[in-house]
C-alpha cells in the first residue's frame, strides 16, 4: 500500500510543458491552467494566457500535441473576449465531449478583477478550436461561480419520478452557497442536473472541504473521467496559508451522488520551482486530464505562470484512492 499520494503522479521531465512566450503580446506573461481533450489522435489544448500585469486580462490560447508532452501553439489568440460578460476576461477553460460535440466550459468577468467582481461561467462550442460559437452565461446569477465542468454522458436523474430520466450534469462550486442555509460554511463542489446544457435547475451538495490541505474551499479540476472504476473526479483544495494542491475521488458510474472513496492526503502538492514560484506562490491547479492506453495525463497550471503535466497508470492511481480513504 501506498501511503503517500503526493508520489502517484509522475512529473514530466519535460515540466514546464508550456511557457509565457516573450514574442507574443497576448501570451508574454504566464500561460496556465490548460484544458486538455484527446481525440484518439491528437490531445488538444486551451490554455489560459496573460500578455501585461496592469489589467491582468486574459485570453484563451490553442495548442495540440501527438505524444501529450511536446505541444505545438497557434500564433493568434483562439478564444478573445468579445461580449459584454467577458469584458474583463476569459479564464480557466475546461473541455468536454458530448455526442460527438466539443464544449468548453470557462470562467467569465464582467467587472475589473481588482473590484472582486462575481465570476460566472460561460459555455461555447467549436468544431476546429478556430471558431467558436457561445452559448451563454450557465450559471445562476449571484452565485460567484466558477470551476464548472461537465459529465461527459447524460446520467440518470437523481429525481426517478421524473419523467425525462436522463439529464445533463454538472460539478460547480457556487462560492456564494454558504451558510446556515446550504449546511457549509466553506466553498465547495455541488452537482447540478438539467435538461439542456445552459440551464441546470437542480442542485446538490456532493463534497464539502474535510482535509487541512482544502479547508478554505474546493473546486472541481479537469471534467469527470469515465474509467471502469467510476468517475473519476481530480479537484483542487486550499489550505489556510493559500496553498493550492490537488485531490481525487471516484463517483459510482451509475449514481454520480455516492461517492465510493476520496483521498484524504492530496495527490499533488506544490513542491517543484515552477510550482513554488509565479504570479501566485504554491499553486498546482488541474484542469485537464485524458487517458492515453491506461495512463492518465493530468495536466495542470503551476503557479499561475506556466503549464505541466503529471501522469500516472490509471489502475494504480485508482487503487490508491481505494486503499487510502
Ligand atoms: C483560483 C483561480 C485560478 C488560479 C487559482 C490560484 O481562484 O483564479 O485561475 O489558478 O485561483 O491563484
Known sequence: MNSNGSEILKRSSNNPILIPNKNNWWES?????????YSGKKIHMLYRAIGEYEHYFSRIGYASSDDGY???????????????????GIEDPRLTEIDNQVYITYVVLPDRPKKGPMVSTA??????YSRFDRLGIITSEGTDNKDVVLFPTKLRSKNKLS????????????SSWVGDAYGIDKPSIWIGEGNT?????????????EQKW???????????????YGWLVIYHGVSANKTYSAGAALLDLEDPYKI?????????VPTEQYEKYGDVSNVVFPTGACIVDEEIFVYYGGADKVCCVATAKINELVD????NN
Open 29 to 37: 506573461e504566464a500561460v496556465f491552467n490548460c484544458a486538455i481533450l
Open 70 to 88: 511536446v505541444f505545438r501553439r497557434r500564433n493568434e489568440v483562439a478564444i478573445n473576449p468579445i461580449v459584454d460578460y467577458e469584458k474583463f
Open 123 to 128: 459555455l461555447a462550442t467549436t468544431i476546429d
Open 163 to 174: 419523467s425525462k430520466n436522463m439529464k445533463y450534469f454538472c460539478l460547480h462550486r457556487p
Open 197 to 209: 446544457l445552459t440551464k441546470f435547475e437542480t442542485h446538490t451538495l456532493l463534497m464539502k472541504p
Open 214 to 228: 482544502e479547508e478554505l474551499k474546493i473546486g472541481a479540476g479537469p471534467p469527470p473521467i469515465r474509467t471502469k
Open 260 to 268: 465510493l472513496c476520496r483521498s484524504k492526503e492530496p495527490i499533488l
Open 320 to 323: 490508491y484512492l481505494f486503499q
